[in-house]
């Protein structure tokens, strides 16, 4: 006899807030304490190993969405949806009329992270000053400028609707259109949000994996990038040049520079080969490499005013083009410039195709 499996309802996802962890952000140094004894979390007199990893998780968790609210509560920031409030989304966070204002300064993390959180870990170690990108918004509040905090690993949604990342959530998901992978979510904000906007001038602070998907901007929509774009400053990022284009490369060398973490003061040298752009040396010997954002704020700060004030880098748009197929059959034919990418209108970064090989390009669509 045939005995059809009872179908398994899929549990619900629990979110503990930090106060159900019994946490709280402390409002005067932004430190992640216990409610019960003002302490900081201590992994080693949490219980054992095991337990310890578990409430160390949940609180990573906890913590980060609880800075989503700090965006929104405490900097007044605005949640705009992506890519719309009528389907699956994730937010992006903006300051008041930020996307109006002359100049504007978007920051996107690295892998993993939620909207404007350098590193987890130090979120709860150090705290929210260090751990985030609270400091930076800040600052550029103060000097009158735009912000835009974007959201690239928040790619699913759950199935009562909150959008997710893969490394916090598993079971049944949608995916959100537009912010299918980080690369995309970037795409697709500058396409969407940025590109036709009013602004006049854009910085672009890039941490670590952050730096491929506004690499890939520049690269797929270079003339459209270099007439708003003043400067990327990158922070450990992981970009490479492949494929870049004369004008691409050219532009870096102008209106990028690489801020890279060092754990021996001794090391003066730092080669601008791999990054393509100006290499500034970052001393950090804490146990955390994604302290370096926080060690490194005064210095992007400054660069990006400068260079928001300068503006767009001048015939930028008469350097070449923004990427060099590789084996393209269009190579010859071309002198070296890229087909006319003008009228597509987002990103999407595909793999390696017939249809590659015989349109001579990848990454829009």
Not at 105 to 115: K, R
């Amino acid at each position: 006899m045939f005995i059809r499996p009872k179908k398994q309802t899929p549990l619900a996802h629990v979110r503990d807030s930090l106060g159900d962890l019994g946490y709280k952000i402390d409002p005067t140094d932004g430190k992640v304490r216990s409610l019960a004894t003002n302490e900081l979390f201590d992994y080693d007199a949490a219980g054992d190993k095991k337990q310890a990893s578990d409430i160390y998780q949940k609180l990573t968790n906890s913590a980060s969405r609880a800075m989503l609210d700090y965006l929104t509560n405490e900097l007044k920031m605005e949640a705009i949806a992506v890519p719309n409030a009528n389907e699956p989304h994730c937010y992006v966070y903006a300051t008041r009329q930020a996307l109006q204002k002359d100049k504007l300064v978007v920051i996107i993390v690295g892998n993993g992270n939620l909207a404007g959180i350098w590193g987890w870990n130090v979120l709860i170690k150090q705290g929210a000053n260090e751990g985030t990108a609270i400091q930076y918004i800040r600052d550029c509040q103060a000097q009158g400028v735009g912000v835009l905090v974007l959201n690239p690993n928040m790619n699913i949604v759950a199935p009562d609707g909150v959008a997710e990342t893969y490394n916090s959530y598993i079971g049944p998901s949608t995916l959100i259109r537009g912010s299918e992978t980080a690369e995309e979510h970037v795409g697709f904000v500058w396409s969407q949000l940025l590109r036709d906007a009013p602004m006049k001038s854009i910085a672009f602070i890039a941490y670590n994996t952050a730096g491929i998907a506004i690499v890939d901007v520049l690269k797929y929509d270079y003339k459209r990038f270099v007439e708003k774009a003043a400067c990327i400053a990158f922070i450990d990022s992981t970009h490479s040049l492949y494929e870049l284009g004369e004008g691409a490369l050219t532009w870096l060398k102008m209106g990028a520079q690489h801020w890279e973490t060092i754990a021996d003061a001794g090391c003066t040298d730092m080669s601008s080969d791999r990054v393509g752009c100006s290499v500034v040396l970052v001393e950090n010997t804490t146990e955390f490499r994604e302290m370096t954002p926080a060690l490194c704020k005064d210095s992007v700060i400054e660069y990006v005013m400068a260079c928001l004030d300068r503006g767009p880098v001048s015939h930028a748009a008469e350097f070449g083009s923004g990427w060099m197929a590789a084996n393209s059959p269009l190579d010859d034919e071309s002198d070296g410039q890229s087909e006319d990418l003008t009228e597509l209108d987002s990103i999407d970064v595909i793999q390696p195709t017939q249809q590659v090989q015989d349109d001579g390009y990848i990454g829009w669509e």
